[in-house]
């Protein structure tokens, strides 16, 4: 681990006047000091912003769910007005780590964890991410059991962020604070594909500061859902996992948002799914056919061929749970 500097902010100013030059923002720590430890990431200052109280606090209003960066994940799962009206958001803050874990980790932390890809965590290896001036996806003929189905010819990450797969599905939106002011990014515009940038998984720009997540209000008739699917039935990130949001007249479905997690380098809608769903009564055909839909695209690799069925199966079960056609599934993890 390098030498670094560590400065405690109480404001927000306080944090903005402290980035630059080679500074990194820490909240809760988690995957930061993992990334420092394993010699990945070498900031030479920590903008420590788990004391700036304005970034804390979760607020529902008639316009939706206001939800400060520094939000636990444990605040969030058990937060009974998500639980009611945001259920697949408290559900998948609720099944990511561990309970320790989500007592410390914020959600501004989880939407910009890094990802776990075991070449780009090694140094023992380089890779096109890290910017090195390596031009090789060490994953695409490699060991790639965990890694991208989709969308992953420039680079075979994941991004690994449970709580991003709801937060798209219900059109959050981030709010950016730097010393030039402030800007709203929607989540499907957040996340960056590796055809873009294969260095940045984000639009976050050095100097910026999330400073809010808003989510609207949900159309009367909404119901939601996530589920995650792992190697084993403990704490874990998933190798796949789903979020529907599905706004039902009756047992007609009259709009939906399907959101694959940890299929593609960035959290995905699948377009093919929704047009299966919507104008459709949801049941057990249906939500298996959405299944097939979004997978028709997928491009597995040597070793990830099972994620489209693990895929297949967790929309199916996903949409079921969202349309309150089935318990959750016992097999989820979390
Ligand atoms: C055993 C284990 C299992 C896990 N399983 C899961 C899982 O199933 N699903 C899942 O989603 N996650 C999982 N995680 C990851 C964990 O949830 C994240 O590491 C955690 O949420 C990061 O939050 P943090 O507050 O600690 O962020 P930090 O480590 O402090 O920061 C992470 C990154 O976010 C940036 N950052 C933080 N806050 C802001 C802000 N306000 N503005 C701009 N940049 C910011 C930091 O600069 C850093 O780059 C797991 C972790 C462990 C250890």
Known sequence: ??????????????????????????????????????????????????????????????????????????????????????????????????????????????IMQRPRCWYFRSTDVDCKKKGGGSDECHAQAGENQYHAIMNNSTC??????????????????????????????????????????????TVVQPGELITGIFVPAPA???????????????????IADAGVVLVMDGALCRKASVVLGVAAPTPIRSKAAEAVLTGKTIDEATAR???????????PLSQNGYKVQLFQTAIYRTVLLAAGQMQRDPSAIG
């Open 1 to 110: 681990m390098n030498k670094f500097a560590f400065v405690d902010c109480k404001t927000v100013d306080e944090a903005l006047g402290q980035l630059g030059d080679g500074a990194t923002v820490k909240a809760g720590g988690i995957d930061l000091l993992d990334l420092m430890k394993d010699d990945i990431v070498f900031p030479a200052k920590l903008v420590n912003i788990r004391n700036v109280d304005s970034l804390r606090g979760i607020t529902v209003s008639a316009d939706g769910l206001q939800l400060g960066p520094l939000s636990t994940l444990s605040e969030i799962a058990d937060h009974p007005e998500i639980q009611r009206s945001y259920s697949a958001l408290s559900d998948a803050a609720g099944h990511a780590a561990t309970p320790q874990v989500r007592n410390m980790a914020t959600l501004g932390g989880n």
């Open 220 to 238: 009367p008739g909404t119901r939601s859902a996530y589920q995650k699917y792992g190697e084993k039935e403990s704490f874990d990130w998933p």
């Open 156 to 201: 075979a990450m994941v991004h690994p962020s449970s709580t991003a797969v709801p937060l798209l599905g219900m059109d959050a939106q981030v709010e950016l604070t730097s010393k030039r002011g402030k800007r709203m990014v929607l989540m499907s515009n957040f996340y960056v594909p590796p055809e873009k940038s294969v260095i940045n998984e």
């Open 289 to 299: 056919a959405a299944g097939k839909a979004a997978m028709q695209d997928a491009t």
